[in-house]
């Protein structure tokens, strides 16, 4: 039976105060390239990200220095399972913070754990692999997607559509009856579909699994 939940585990967030060279140190203990930071009542003050922590001059300088208003995303306690692939599909999250109504940070979903949830369900555990997709809403069409797989030999096994972040995009999430999806992939993009991510697709080729290999990562077949 499929699990009702994400798994979650506690997820101990880094201070203000906190080091860029400690932070650095955490991100690689956690195998995460985000990192949620809280200020000492517990509130939520954002994500720093690995890019930024490396990019900065001063590794003795506190995380306070580079966090970014605009990259505090996260989740309420209560998100939908499908809102949390969202989040983490459009902002290529590694880890994604829980957050209540008050501002106060509670743990953090890891990216693993939650496609770990998606790949336990009875369409999703099936051999294949499984594709994020993005679109302008006016490049939608499930009749031009469902031709690109059948002209490839392949099978759609499951279909489901993301809250977008942006009003004229649609996001996608294809689960395919293949694990080899590069020619699918291709195919798609022709027609303007941008690939978010792919998984479970180990022959994929290098160039795409480098623009999102934060995903790979973390995931294990």
């Known amino acids: ?17 906190t080091s860029i060279i400690e932070a650095i140190d955490k991100m690689d203990e ?7 930071v809280v200020n000492a009542e517990g509130v ?3 994500l720093v990200s690995e890019d930024v922590l490396l990019e900065y001059g001063d590794d003795s300088a506190p ?14 306690p209560d998100a939908h399972y499908f809102d949390i692939l969202a989040v983490v599909v459009n902002y290529r999250l590694t880890s994604l913070p829980i957050v209540d109504t008050d501002g106060e940070y509670k743990s ?20 294949g692999a499984i594709l994020t997709l993005s679109v302008d809403q006016p490049q939608y069409s499930m009749i ?16 489901w559509m993301l809250p977008p972040d942006v009003s004229n995009e649609v996001k996608l999430v294809i689960k395919l009856n293949v694990e080899n999806s590069t020619s699918i992939v291709q195919s ?14 180990a022959t994929f080729e290098l160039d795409y699994q480098e623009r999102y290999n934060h995903l790979m990562n973390y995931l294990k077949y």
């Open 44 to 46: 939520y003050m954002g």
């Open 63 to 76: 995380v306070s220095k580079v966090l970014n208003p605009a990259n505090a995303h996260f989740v309420s």
């Open 144 to 159: 031009t997607i469902s031709n690109v797989v059948e002209q490839n030999d392949a099978k759609i096994l499951g279909l």
């Open 30 to 36: 956690m195998k995460v390239s985000d990192f949620p």
């Open 108 to 127: 953090a979903y890891l990216l693993s754990d939650v496609f770990e949830f998606f790949r336990e369900s009875p369409t999703l555990m099936q051999v």
């Open 1 to 17: 039976m499929k699990k009702q939940s994400i798994h979650l585990e506690p997820f101990a967030p880094l201070s203000p105060e």
């Open 188 to 201: 798609l993009e022709r027609y303007g579909y941008r690939l978010d991510g792919i998984f479970g697709d």
